[in-house]
């Protein structure tokens, strides 16, 4: 079967229209996270329950404008209709507006099925000091008593900022460590506004069944998930759940294993994308040496500069990627290849700079991908070797 590899360019919206029902085998997509003014929740759900657009009016992440507000329900109606039944729709949400997204979502029809949680440690805080921010409304000065307690530079090839940004003074000339001027200024000195961003959930929903799974997979081709080729390491797991006694062994145990013929490579993948051993949540999510790691390190760590300006091939291309959300390749590839079916589409109506078709087109999937700004649509013929429509 010959692959389809198809850029639109142009709004989502109307470009999703011209596409055929039921014509798509999974969405993966990582579409705008309306990190912007807070709205006004009444009026947002009484417009989409009234099928009216919301318009929220005001700049997203760095100023974008595309990145306003969540997708309305109108899109994702759209995405539900050209989607096959039983099709999986994975779509990346921000932390403070994931219910917005997974509202819309539910009112264009689609079921939620679970949340991938993918879990990282380069995140930057972005907190205000309040302590400061009296001092600074008092116009007193801070007296500077010592160096800063965290170094501001990274750590060398961790990709881990330390500094003293959860205080808002990152991007500053350092001047070291301030004490508090003003009575207020001390009572409230450490406190902030935000924790240091460390996740991304990543909706999972999928079009209702016809029949049922097995019915819904022999017609369709979708309706399930691709357990065995997503399985993470390569260490042997029985179906009783044990590991093999190449481990066992290792582990200097010696009690008795049942027999079982049913043996897997790797461990079942679970909703939490990580391995950060040294991270601080590793107790809480069974993080660190083989067999207990849950995902290669790949799948967690941030876009790299390779991921950023290389082809689907893994070629630097000659254009410098400006987008502002790139995701990791690794990770993408995992996602596509865990809801799409052998031979399959994949469909990214919010393509940005093509992170997605190009995971797709590596792990030898078709694609539609859909994007609006001119920019980001060069960047993506160029990573990707299609020419935009």
Known sequence: MTKEYMILKGDCLNRLKELPDNSIDSVVTDPPYGLSKEPDIVEVLTKWMNGEPYDHGHGGFMGKSWDSFVPHPDIWREVFRVLKPGGHALVFAGTRTQDLMTIALRLAGFEVRDVIEWLYFSGFPKSMDVSKAFDKRAGAEREIVGPYKYDNRRKEGSGIGFGDSCYGTYGRAPKGETAPATELAKKWDGWGTALKPAHEPIIVARKPLEGTVCDNVERWGTGAINVGGCR?????????????????????????????????????????????????????????????????AELSKKASKRDRNSDWRGEEIALRNSHPTVKPIDLMAWLVRLVTPPGGTVLDPFAGSGSTLVAAKRESFGFIGIEREPEYVEIIEARTGEVAQ
């Open 232 to 296: 993470i390491g390569d260490d042997e797991i029985h179906s009783s759940g044990e590991v093999s006694n190449v481990w066992r062994e290792a582990e200097g145990r010696t009690d008795r294993q049942t027999p079982n013929p049913s043996v897997n490579t790797g461990r079942f993948p679970a909703n939490i994308v990580t391995i950060e051993p040294n991270a601080f949540w590793s107790k809480y999510c069974n993080v660190g040496e083989p067999p207990e790691n849950i995902t290669p």
